[in-house]
């Protein structure tokens, strides 16, 4: 694997940065931003610049020449519609973006900025003369949607399933394991359950996620602050209860549910800890989340009639054993399972990079 690939993953009040030369990585970092650089904007949208410079800095203090970049990945962002894969940023994508009819969050940034630095690497090299042209890419989408338009239908009109789910991870995952048993992921069924901040369960077939949860509004088993799926009519009632505003109830399911609202922790370690220590309160929540995460693979697998290769549990829960055994024991008449810890974004990115210097992947247009 030839070139030198920059990757960029914004979050909230952090950018992680990652440089590959030749397939192996050479560095990541996380790049935080205090709370008083946020203040001094507006909106997510206008921090653009004030990352930007702050990766450049990053690289030059590194001995990274701006001019040696080859290709720049970027994570997805919530962009639809738009299907699994890499897509080479467009100004139509950036419009997208921008516009944030999808939703607005720092990953929409990541897209921008990477096309930003492509064309200033491109204006360098062509002062100096130098060949090769720089682009900035995407990958995997969260939004991204392979899904079946009957799996979409829920049970009324008003109400459509959508995807919303680890999808970077997830299919890397589908990948690496694909090539352990000497496998494209287009020749396997694979079901992923990526245990993070949020809870995905994803069903992969023939390289496409054909089934999957909203892993961010209320679908889905819970996770360390999200209530998953809840039952309708008690929602119903406190929404008309006159106690709570509507940013309030989506507080509860998404931020206040889960882990937070049932123990007042969202760190999962002290929660498996304390389950071990045999705390009742702990015991009962840990064992609760394992059956629920169960139970979505369990329903995946039906949609292809139990005919799956392997299951697999990854994200930043997955290094638990107390987490991972029992789900392990509830699924595996399904599948062997395999665990792959971990978010992987960094190196699910690079990989997506390398593939694409190497003509490997088709490359989209949004």
Known sequence: MKGKVLIINPGSTSTKIGFYEDGQQKFETNLSHSAEEIAKYESVMQQGGMRRDAIVNFLSENGVALDSIDLIMARGGLITPIQTGVYEVTQKMRDALVEGKDGVHACNLSALIADDLAAEINGMRAEKGQEGNCKAYIADAPTSDDMLPELKLSGHPAFQRRPAFHTLNSRAMVRRYARSVGKSNKDVTVIVAHMGGGTSVSLHRNGLVIDVNDALGGDGPMSPERAGSVPAFP?????????????????????????????????????????????????EFLNAFCISVAKYIGAMATVVGGKVDAIILTGGIAYGKPITRPITEMVQFIAPVEVYPGENELESLAENGYGILAGEFEVKKY
């Open 235 to 283: 929602l119903v009632d406190l929404c008309f209860s006159g106690q709570y505003s509507k940013a309030e109830i989506k507080k509860m399911l998404v931020g206040k549910g889960g882990a937070v609202g049932h123990l007042g922790t969202n760190d999962f370690r002290e929660v498996e800890n304390r389950a071990v220590a045999g705390e009742p309160a702990f015991v």
